[in-house]
């Protein structure tokens, strides 16, 4: 009986657990959903804070327990050459920082390694010089370095992240490449309208050119054939014609 107990509770534990993948699996499809969704949804650069806080969001909804996540973008040829997009665990505030100098940041280190980096003990191991950090109560970080930059957590916990949540993190890192890639898609068709809309621009300008030297040619050999003063009627009528087909007038 007792026996009977034992399988019946270990099975009753089973199945609860169970219950929790799954309950943790459709969160983690419906968070992933919403990173596709912003992505998608993406049309300019101003929608790159829509797209971080659904990752943010993403990792709330897993149950990840962190301080700060942030994307860092880093772009060696652009000016600022880095900008970092740091958004907290409790109230979702996002905070921008610009830097015109990279000089020889951990972050653009670790983005040209295109290493994931973690470091979980900051207190007992310091490869990049963020000891500092320990004094804002940040004790373990990650960085993952994506297409444009890093994506990193941090944690006032040390040894803060598990495998898995490493594994999380490497996927929405990858969903930011995405994102990435797509923002850079449409700047390029923005860039590349704006050049055609130019190249509209200065035709039609070249044909109004053309037009006016045309209608100037015409009102000088209607003048060139005045030959009695009332021939200068034939004139103003050309003028008038002329002057009408360049703009819009009445008389």
């Given at each position: 009986?007792e026996?009977?107990?034992?399988?019946?509770h270990?099975?009753q534990?089973?199945?609860?657990?169970?219950?929790?993948?799954?309950?943790?699996?459709?969160?983690?499809r419906?968070?992933?959903?919403?990173?596709?969704?912003?992505i998608w949804?993406?049309r300019?650069?101003?929608?790159?804070?829509?797209?971080?806080?659904?990752?943010?969001?993403?990792?709330?909804m897993?149950g990840?327990?962190?301080?700060?996540?942030?994307?860092?973008?880093?772009?060696p040829?652009?000016?600022?050459a880095?900008?970092?997009?740091?958004?907290?665990?409790?109230a979702?505030?996002?905070?921008?920082y610009?830097?015109a100098?990279?000089?020889?940041?951990?972050?653009v280190?670790?983005?040209?390694?295109?290493?994931i980096t973690y470091?979980?003990?900051?207190?007992k191991?310091?490869?990049y010089g963020?000891?500092?950090?320990?004094?804002?109560g940040?004790?373990?970080?990650?960085?993952?370095?994506?297409?444009?930059?890093?994506?990193?957590?941090?944690s006032?916990?040390?040894?803060?992240?598990s495998?898995?949540?490493?594994?999380?993190f490497?996927?929405?890192?990858?969903?930011?490449?995405?994102?990435f890639q797509?923002?850079?898609?449409?700047?390029?068709l923005?860039?590349?309208?704006r050049?055609?809309?130019?190249?509209?621009?200065?035709?039609r300008?070249?044909?109004?050119a053309?037009n006016?030297?045309l209608?100037?040619?015409?009102?000088?050999?209607e003048?060139?054939?005045?030959e009695?003063?009332?021939d200068?009627?034939?004139?103003?009528?050309?003028?008038?014609?002329?002057?009408k087909?360049?703009?819009?007038?009445?008389?």
């Open positions: 009986m026996e009977s107990k034992q399988n019946l270990t099975l534990a089973r199945i609860e657990e169970l219950e929790r993948a799954v309950e943790r699996s459709g969160a983690q419906q968070a992933f959903a919403e990173v596709r969704d912003a949804q993406m300019s650069s101003d929608d790159l804070r829509q797209l971080i806080q659904a990752v943010w969001h993403a990792l709330t897993q990840v327990s962190f301080r700060f996540c942030g994307v860092n973008i880093i772009d040829d652009a000016q600022p880095m900008v970092i997009y740091n958004m907290t665990n409790s979702g505030e996002m905070h921008v610009k830097y100098q990279l000089d020889d940041r951990p972050l280190r670790i983005w040209r390694e295109q290493q470091r979980s003990n900051l207190q191991e310091d490869i963020e000891a500092g950090m320990i004094e804002q940040i004790h373990s970080i990650v960085d993952i370095p994506f297409s444009h930059g890093t994506f990193a957590i941090s006032t916990e040390a040894n803060a992240f495998s898995s949540d490493l594994e999380l490497q996927y929405l890192a990858g969903s930011l490449s995405g994102g797509r923002l850079q898609d449409l700047l390029y923005e860039e590349r309208n050049d055609l809309e130019r190249e509209v621009a200065e035709r300008q070249a044909e109004a053309v006016v030297s209608a100037l040619q015409r009102v000088r050999n003048s060139l054939r005045i009695h003063p009332e200068w009627h034939s004139v103003v009528v050309t003028c008038q014609r002329e002057i087909g360049l703009i819009n007038c009445d008389g």
